[in-house]
């Protein structure tokens, strides 16, 4: 551990004793350890709890395969975000992952707005006891990429760690629902609308509360 | 002379394979240049205090560096960090002389105008850029900055709060 020391040449010394040799943090690696992550959840996901027969027999609902994709682009853009983050530059926005966030809240919007206009039954439509196992398998299934993103930022500089953890924990909200989507058998709007986005909104609030008390400086 | 981007950059890479030389040379310029770009952004006397503790961010956070990317941009964004973290700290400064400033003096104007902190301030209004130089930067208390800028005291505290909240959010804006 090294500290601050009043004689400048003796900081120095300390600084160079303590240097090793570090891998950089590219973009390329970062993206095989995001990808390589969701790769696994998905492996456990289908080892563990297993995909949907009618999903291996080929038999695929529209709707699911727009859900999933736009909680797939929503991982990918909160990771390549992050990922971002960790190697920061003046110069760098990160604002792209907003577009992703504003085109997969429509799903929560949509179950919404038909849960208004059919007299407020959206929630027993919803299948809200299948919907806990969504949220709760979709979130440790999360976990698997929440944890690979975290450790890069601790490696990472993110300059606002507040913004990556919220971001970590939509990537793995995200990535963790897309896994879990593979085996939940329930299409309906108001059922993804509902818990799969719900996943993703607990997920963020986790990530913002846990991820930047992790992020040392 | 402070070395240009390409040879720091050059340098961190070789430091990143862990050569020890250029590492000695890569902070020494890199604390030379710290100390410029600091410069009336911090009462003297906190400095080199600051220096340091940029020198030990870019320490450990040697990995976050992408040999493929420009250098100066990467440890402006670890300066500015360390320094609105800085000025979260501060209350009082009891030492208000400054220096001169970064972009008049540094060999690559043009870079230096992007990532300087005086860039960073131009973005907050007036009144909070205003605040936060007189209480954080020049160590006035909250009553004399009220007085030497007519805003109310509860008001500079308000601006200067809101003002840091909004440097932090764009340490990495150009």
Redesign the interface.
């Known amino acids: 551990m ?1 500290f ?2 009043p004689d ?1 040449h003796q ?2 010394d300390d ?2 004793d ?10 390329q690696r970062g993206l095989v350890i995001a990808s390589g992550s969701a790769a696994a959840a998905i492996a456990v996901m289908a080892l563990f709890i297993g995909i949907r027969p009618a999903l291996i027999a080929g038999s695929l609902d529209p709707l699911f395969l727009l859900a999933s994709g736009l909680f797939l682009m929503l991982g990918i853009a909160a990771s390549f975000t992050v990922i971002g983050m ?9 604002i792209g992952w907003i577009w992703a966030v504003a085109m997969a809240a429509l799903l929560p919007l949509t179950a919404v707005v038909l849960g208004f206009a059919n007299q407020g039954d959206a929630y027993f439509h919803s299948q809200p006891v299948q919907g806990m196992n969504c949220l709760i398998n979709g979130s440790m299934l999360g976990l698997i990429v929440g944890g690979a993103l975290t450790i890069w930022l601790r ?3 993110p ?2 760690p507040e913004q990556a953890g919220l971001l970590t924990g939509i990537a793995a909200g995200s990535l963790g629902i897309f896994a879990y989507s593979l085996h939940c058998p329930y299409d309906g709007i108001y059922h993804i609308g509902l818990w799969h986005s719900m996943t993703v909104v607990v997920s963020a609030i986790a990530g913002r509360v846990v991820v930047p008390a992790l992020i ?2 | 002379m402070i070395a240009d981007d390409a040879t720091m950059a050059r340098l961190m890479a070789l ?4 050569d ?1 030389q250029a ?2 040379t890569l ?2 310029e890199c ?1 030379k240049w710290l100390q410029r770009f600091y410069a009336r952004r911090i009462v003297r006397h906190q400095i ?2 600051l220096v ?2 940029t ?3 870019l ?12 250098f100066l ?2 440890l ?3 300066a ?2 360390r320094w609105v ?1 800085h000025l979260r700290k501060v209350y009082r400064a009891d030492e208000t002389i400054l220096e001169d400033g970064f972009s008049a003096e540094n060999p690559e104007p043009a870079i230096a105008a ?2 300087s902190l005086d860039r960073m301030f131009s973005y907050l209004p007036p009144a909070q850029a205003r605040a936060i130089e007189l209480v954080k930067i020049q160590g006035l208390t909250i009553a004399e900055a009220s007085h030497a800028c007519g805003q109310s005291q509860s008001l500079v505290k308000v601006n200067i709060h809101r003002g840091l909240k909004k440097l ?2 764009m ?4």
């Open positions: 090294i601050m020391h400048p900081f120095i600084l160079l303590d240097l090793r040799p570090t891998r950089p943090l590219t973009l960790s190697r920061p530059q003046v110069g760098n926005t990160h490696r990472g500089a300059t606002s040392r400086w | 430091s990143q394979t862990g020890r590492y000695a902070l020494a604390q080199d205090d340091q503790d020198l030990l961010s320490h450990r956070k040697l990995a976050s560096y992408d040999p493929d990317r420009p941009p990467w402006a964004a670890i500015r960090y973290d992007r990532i932090a959010a340490i990495e804006k150009e």
